[in-house]
């Protein structure tokens, strides 16, 4: 074969692997280029969706301050629909997020909150719905502090209505012991300490003993503070109630103290806003009629001494309502024979005496039977709205 031939045939071969290696060479800036592309659009997106998230982070952060401020507000009663609570780009410490809300009333009276999130270009909001509704007096028994059964103490019910759901006592506290049954105490029914709590911990039995089981409530309940209607809480003071009268108005008194045997007759739909105390002597009675009612406002302490009496003689416990606001601090029970009574005093120490027997409901800051004191609780209540009391709850929620 000619050198020439040769040559020629191997300047075509090395020409021939040239091309080839250009066109793999060209694949693989293409692939190069595409992987480089896919990679930073994943970087790109998985960016986003951490930012997307924190975000969100950012909103619900904002949904539970927003939450909080409300539900605050309309317990201490200082919330004012002309100014509902709002804040802006609030900072999250140690993060790059921020959050909005505002609160708004809707047609229906409902309060709508909408919480923006945003952490640099993402963005999130939440939006719940709150709405004012009545309270009933679920438990038998409750407390925020600590709850107390002395020997021989009974907490039982009536006027069942035969759902079957059992007689709770039950305290918002979480700390050990916050609940003690002594010795023959007895309750026919749960025992439920507060939300997050333990009821190994929280619940102590010194030889007392319970019908149902122990637990945990699931939400805490809602114990909103009194609010004194405004029309008694402007008038002027009629001075005080010191001995026997019977009362057919609504008003506003310095204090009761009625002194032995002395007896305060009701007799028809009465509210009496009381600033002071409280104080039944030995022998004196409080009397409500057939077809009346009471509602005791009281600003002070509240104590019937041994051998007083309340005479509810209508036996409907939302006949006779003791209202402590939060600065009533103490009610003593020392009353002899029967009581129809719904008690609730949130920021009070309540202490039911052997000789004192309570249809109807109590809460309290705390509570304390002592020994071989009675308690019925009156299981309608259960279901009743009381019209006195209010509170905030969740009744929608969405995301978008």
């Known amino acids: 074969m000619r050198p ?3 040559c020629a045939r191997h300047l075509s071969n090395q020409g021939s692997v040239l091309v080839i290696l250009l066109a793999f060479s060209a694949v693989v800036a293409v692939l190069g280029a595409g992987m480089i592309t896919l990679g930073y659009q994943s970087r790109v997106r998985v960016t986003k ?10 909103a619900d952060a904002g949904l539970s301050k927003a939450i909080h401020t409300l539900t605050a507000q309309f317990y201490d009663g200082s919330l004012d629909p002309l100014t509902l609570p709002s804040e802006t780009d ?22 709508v909150i909408v919480s923006t999130g945003t952490c640099r270009s993402a963005q999130a909001s939440v939006e719940a719905v709150m709405a004012v509704a009545p309270v009933v007096h679920k438990h038998a028994l409750l407390t925020q ?20 759901t059992p007689l ?26 507060g939300s997050g709590g333990d009821p190994l911990e929280g619940i102590e039995s010194r030889g007392g003993s319970y019908a149902g089981t122990a637990g945990t409530q699931s939400v805490n309940a809602a114990i909103p503070s009194v609010v004194v209607p405004d029309y008694l809480a402007a008038a002027a003071s009629e001075g005080r109630i010191t001995s026997d009268v019977t009362m057919t108005d609504s008003g506003k008194y310095d204090r009761i103290n009625l002194g032995n045997s002395e007896t305060l007759v009701i007799d028809g739909a009465v509210e009496l806003y009381v600033t002071g105390d409280v104080t039944l002597g030995s022998g004196a009675r409080i009397e409500i009629r057939e077809g009346a009612s009471l509602v005791l406002y009281v600003d002070g302490d509240i104590e019937y001494k041994t051998g007083s009496q309340i005479d509810n003689l209508t036996g409907d416990p939302r006949r006779f309502k003791i209202m402590g606001t939060d600065s009533c601090g103490a009610v003593e029970l020392k009353n002899a024979g029967d009581m129809y009574a719904v008690i609730y005093a949130p920021q009070a120490d309540v202490t039911l005496y052997n000789s004192a027997t309570i249809w109807g409901s109590v809460t309290s800051k705390t509570a304390e039977l002592k020994g071989r004191a009675v308690f019925h609780y009156d299981a309608s209540l259960a279901s009743y709205e009381d019209p006195l009391l209010s509170q905030l709850k969740l009744t929608g929620w969405r995301e978008y």
């Open 49 to 58: 969706t951490v930012q997307h998230m924190a975000a969100r982070v950012a």
């Open 90 to 111: 609030v900072a999250i410490p140690n993060s790059q997020e921020e959050f909005t809300y505002t609160i708004s009333l809707d047609g229906a009276a409902r309060y």
């Open 4 to 6: 020439d031939r040769c």
């Open 145 to 164: 502090g600590d709850l107390t059964l002395g020997s021989s103490a009974v907490v039982d019910s009536y006027n069942d209505d035969g759902s079957g």
């Open 168 to 193: 709770q006592i039950a305290t918002n506290s979480t700390s050990a012991n916050a609940i003690t049954l002594y010795r023959g105490a007895y309750v026919d029914g749960d025992v439920l300490v």
